[in-house]
């Protein structure tokens, strides 16, 4: 009876059941903020918003609806204010470009001021939107209060967060085919407070960022009619495939990121806060953690032929393939709990469980 009644309930042909009025159907999913209170609307359906666009269908020209599919609109994120955490090098760089290319005003933080500076002002040049520098370090709170105060006094809402700083372990032979070797291995080549200190970086604070810039991004759903906020964690294929890749701390805490942006996105949904919350993974890019160094333009790179035969696309990511990750992500109004692979095929060839 009961896997009857869930697969009626997830039917996209059954949305007459998905009705506020029909209780029994309503408890498994119900927005808190809607069980709390006696009104039957639900707050993050999309009826109203449904609506409005068949009625503005109706009355649009061909063209007008063609205009609608254009990049510049489904891709659109001018005029935004944005949050890049590690936005100084590797990726972080990557998804600021992305969207000052194209008109959003993105601030950049990170804990080394002369990186963050170097970007602003080679890459803020002569395009549409803004790179600003904040320095900050993601990991302590006090230090995240002073990052919300800093944005909230200069901008009334934040649209798009990207929580993207993190950093990686140190490694472990993991072919050891001896017993007594490999635990030797996994057991004295990290500790407790690596462990620790990436969970830190990699995890805890995704969670207390978020938390932290809930209500700013809260108005910038409210200011912007068609808007709705948006938190994209940057997580890995590293917390997806069921390799170690001989670093075992760093691919748990991606893994944890990963259920972590499924948790958020569930939690500030049913709370009735209309802020999307999904994740990237990406595969292999070039960056400061995989390419140990930036050049004098902050940019990384790794050597194609490394990846040769690794991946189906056989090279590393391009800024490109993330820079329409990026964009896909925020600004994909339907797109909610989500974490997209960009990874050449990466987890295909690697395999999950
Ligand atoms: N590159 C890849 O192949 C790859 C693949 C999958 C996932 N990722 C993920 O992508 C994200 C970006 O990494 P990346 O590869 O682009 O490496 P990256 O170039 O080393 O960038 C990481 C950035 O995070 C910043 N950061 C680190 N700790 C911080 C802290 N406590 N507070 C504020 N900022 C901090 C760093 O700046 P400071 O040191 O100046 O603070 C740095 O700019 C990471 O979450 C990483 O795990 C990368």
Same mark, same amino acid.
Request: glycine share 8%; hydrophobic share 40%.
């Given at each position: 009876?009961?896997? /009857?009644?869930?697969?009626?309930?997830?039917?996209?042909?059954?949305?007459?059941?998905?009705?506020?009025?029909?209780?029994?159907?309503?408890? $498994?999913?119900?927005?808190?903020?809607?069980?709390?209170?006696?009104?039957?609307?639900?707050?993050?359906?999309?009826?109203?918003?449904?609506?409005?666009?068949?009625?503005?269908?109706?009355?649009?020209?061909?063209?007008?609806?063609?205009?609608?599919?254009?990049?510049?609109?489904?891709?659109?994120?001018?005029?935004?204010?944005?949050?890049?955490?590690?936005?100084?090098?590797?990726?972080?760089?990557?998804?600021?470009?992305?969207?000052?290319?194209?008109?959003?005003?993105?601030?950049?933080?990170?804990?080394?001021?002369?990186?963050?500076?170097?970007?602003?002002?080679?890459?803020?040049?002569?395009?549409?939107?803004?790179?600003?520098?904040?320095?900050?370090?993601?990991?302590?709170?006090?230090?995240?209060?002073?990052?919300?105060?800093?944005?909230?006094?200069?901008?009334?809402?934040?649209?798009?967060?990207?929580?993207?700083?993190?950093?990686?372990?140190?490694?472990?032979?993991?072919? /050891?085919?001896?017993?007594?070797?490999?635990?030797?291995?996994?057991?004295?080549?990290?500790?407790?407070?690596?462990?620790?200190?990436?969970?830190?970086?990699?995890?805890?604070?995704?969670?207390?960022?978020?938390?932290?810039?809930?209500? /700013?991004?809260?108005?910038?759903?409210?200011?912007?009619?068609?808007?709705?906020?948006?938190?994209?964690?940057?997580?890995?294929?590293?917390?997806?495939?069921?390799?170690?890749?001989?670093?075992?701390?760093?691919?748990?805490?991606?893994?944890?990121?990963?259920?972590?942006?499924?948790?958020?996105?569930?939690?500030?949904?049913?709370?009735?806060?209309?802020?999307?919350?999904?994740?990237?993974?990406?595969?292999?890019?070039?960056?400061?953690?995989?390419?140990?160094?930036?050049?004098?333009?902050?940019?990384?790179?790794?050597?194609?032929?490394?990846?040769?035969?690794?991946?189906?696309?056989?090279?590393?990511?391009?800024?490109?393939?993330?820079?329409?990750?990026?964009?896909?992500?925020?600004?994909?109004?339907?797109?909610?709990?989500?974490? $997209?692979?960009?990874?050449?095929?990466?987890?295909?060839?690697?395999?999950?469980?």
């Amino acid at each position: 009876m009961r896997s /009857l009644h869930m697969s009626k309930f997830f039917s996209p042909y059954n949305v007459r059941k998905f009705c506020p009025f029909r209780p029994s159907l309503n408890t $498994i999913a119900a927005p808190k903020s809607v069980l709390n209170r006696s009104s039957p609307s639900l707050p993050l359906q999309s009826a109203t918003p449904i609506q409005q666009t068949r009625t503005n269908s109706t009355k649009m020209s061909a063209q007008q609806q063609n205009q609608r599919f254009s990049l510049e609109n489904v891709f659109n994120v001018k005029g935004r204010v944005a949050l890049v955490t590690g936005g100084g090098s590797g990726i972080g760089l990557m998804a600021t470009q992305a969207l000052a290319v194209n008109g959003a005003k993105v601030y950049i933080t990170g804990r080394t001021e002369e990186k963050l500076d170097r970007v602003a002002s080679l890459y803020s040049q002569d395009i549409p939107g803004q790179i600003i520098p904040v320095a900050a370090d993601i990991t302590s709170k006090p230090s995240i209060e002073a990052l919300v105060q800093e944005i909230s006094a200069k901008e009334p809402a934040l649209h798009i967060l990207i929580n993207n700083a993190g950093i990686s372990s140190a490694t472990q032979n993991t072919e /050891l085919t001896s017993a007594a070797e490999l635990s030797s291995e996994l057991f004295n080549k990290t500790s407790f407070e690596e462990w620790e200190s990436l969970y830190r970086t990699n995890v805890s604070q995704l969670y207390f960022v978020t938390a932290a810039f809930l209500p /700013l991004l809260q108005k910038g759903t409210e200011r912007e009619h068609g808007w709705s906020s948006t938190v994209v964690n940057v997580s890995s294929i590293s917390g997806i495939v069921k390799l170690a890749q001989h670093h075992f701390p760093y691919n748990a805490s991606k893994g944890a990121a990963v259920h972590l942006t499924r948790m958020l996105a569930h939690e500030v949904a049913s709370s009735g806060l209309k802020i999307r919350v999904n994740g990237i993974a990406p595969g292999v890019f070039p960056s400061e953690m995989t390419a140990g160094e930036s050049d004098d333009i902050q940019k990384s790179s790794i050597p194609k032929e490394k990846y040769e035969g690794k991946v189906p696309a056989g090279r590393p990511g391009k800024d490109e393939d993330m820079a329409g990750a990026v964009l896909f992500t925020t600004a994909n109004q339907y797109l909610n709990g989500q974490t $997209i692979v960009v990874d050449g095929g990466y987890v295909l060839a690697a395999g999950t469980v």
